[in-house]
Structures are given as C-alpha cells and as structure tokens.
T-cell receptor, first 114, second 114 residues
Framework: EAQVTQNPRYLITVTGKKLTVTCSQNMNHEYMSWYRQDPGLGLRQIYYSMNVEVTDKGDVPEGYKVSRKEKRNFPLILESPSPNQTSLYFC?????????????FGPGTRLTVT | GENVEQHPSTLSVQEGDSAVIKCTYSDSASNYFPWYKQELGKGPQLIIDIRSNVGEKKDQRIAVTLNKTAKHFSLHITETQPEDSAVYFCAASKARDSSYKLIFGSGTRLLVRP
C-alpha cells in the first residue's frame, strides 16, 4: 500500500530533551516536507526537501532540523524542544517534477512539550 | 507573501443539503488550488484540485470553482452525507515556487446532521 508513515504518533516530552520524529514514504517520491498544524492557523511548512541531500527552510523553521540521506526517509529533529513546539506535525511527500503539487500526507504526530 | 483566507470556520448543514466553503488568496501568481479533507485523527487527504487555466472542475458530488480576477475559489459539496463531516482546508501554490509550498487556509469544520 502506497503511504507515508510517521513515528511516533504521540509523544510527550520535557523542555530541552532532544527528539526525532521519523517519516518514511514508499512511493519513490522526490519531494518531502514537514508541516505543523495549530488551531486557527491551518498547516504551516517547516522544512522541505527536493531530493536526497537537498533541504531548505519553509515558513517556520526555527527550532527544527531535518536531514535527507535516503530518498524514502525525512526525519524531523528537535534539538532542544520548547513548549511553543507543542503541535500536530505532518509529513508529506509528492512525486516531484512530474506532478509537483499533489502532496500526500502522513497520519500525523501529536507532540506535547512540558 | 501569499495569504489564504477561508470562510466559514464552521458550517452545519442538514443531510442532503449543499455546502459551500470559500477561500481568497493574495498572490495573483498562484496557479494551483487544492482542497484537502481531514478526518479526526488522520492526515489531510486531497479531494479535488484546480489549476488557474480552468474555471471549474467537478468530481461526482464535489466541485471547485475559481475566479482569478477576484482571487477566490470555492468548494461545493452537493447532496451532503454524514461521512462528509470533517475539516476542510483550501490551499494555494505557485508554479514557479520551487519549494512546492502549499499555503493553507485556516480550515472549515463541516458537520452534516443526519
């Protein structure tokens, strides 16, 4: 089944404790992206990757890091989480140059930072 | 930068009635407008999209219209069913934006009453 998977689905952590949220897609998509969803704000892009080893900042990159060492994986790293990063996070992928705008979303990761 | 406004924030309709959700965008260079449906506990799912060279697109009970002059686009759901209850997001993107970034509206919570 073609899908985007994220782990963990739920995470409660404390301020300053490094964490990684994994994202993997099995559709051989070139483009991957991370969004955060907050009430009343819709989804906002954090980082994106056009291909392996190519990443760039989205609208709200502060406090986040990403890496793209393999085509299928695009982990989101919070080096020192803070309470304002409490949010619902979504990973998305897209075929890329052929149909660049049809993005497929994962199930989400709900993060709480205390 | 691009800004997308979405109205209403909540919408309650009787089963069988029609539902209309409206979005306006600010960047006249935007040329791709997808609509996503998000069910509880799941990631957004693309339900229909339209590009700026088309004024209207239909897919069974769902239709989207685009008015480039006024910079607004709308989602129309006819013969609503309880399973249409969800949060709907509009988004906008530009062809020349290499980030393939989607700018999302703030969402509309649709409730279809049986």
């Amino acid at each position: 089944e073609a899908q985007v998977t994220q782990n963990p689905r739920y995470l409660i952590t404390v301020t300053g404790k490094k964490l990684t949220v994994t994202c993997s897609q099995n559709m051989n998509h070139e483009y991957m992206s991370w969004y955060r969803q907050d009430p009343g704000l819709g989804l906002r892009q954090i980082y994106y990757s056009m291909n392996v080893e190519v990443t760039d900042k989205g609208d709200v990159p502060e406090g986040y890091k990403v890496s793209r060492k393999e085509k299928r994986n695009f982990p989101l790293i919070l080096e020192s989480p803070s309470p304002n990063q409490t949010s619902l996070y979504f990973c998305a992928s897209s075929p890329g140059t052929r149909t660049p705008y049809e993005q497929y979303f994962g199930p989400g990761t709900r993060l709480t930072v205390t | 930068g691009e800004n997308v406004e979405q109205h209403p924030s909540t919408l309650s309709v009787q089963e069988g009635d029609s539902a209309v959700i409206k979005c306006t965008y600010s960047d006249s260079a935007s040329n791709y407008f997808p609509w996503y449906k998000q069910e509880l506990g799941k990631g957004p799912q693309l339900i229909i999209d339209i590009r700026s060279n088309v004024g209207e697109k239909k897919d069974q009970r769902i239709a989207v219209t685009l008015n480039k002059t006024a910079k607004h686009f709308s989602l129309h759901i006819t013969e609503t069913q309880p399973e249409d209850s969800a949060v709907y997001f509009c988004a906008a993107s530009k062809a020349r934006d290499s980030s393939y970034k989607l700018i999302f509206g703030s969402g509309t919570r649709l409730l279809v009453r049986p």
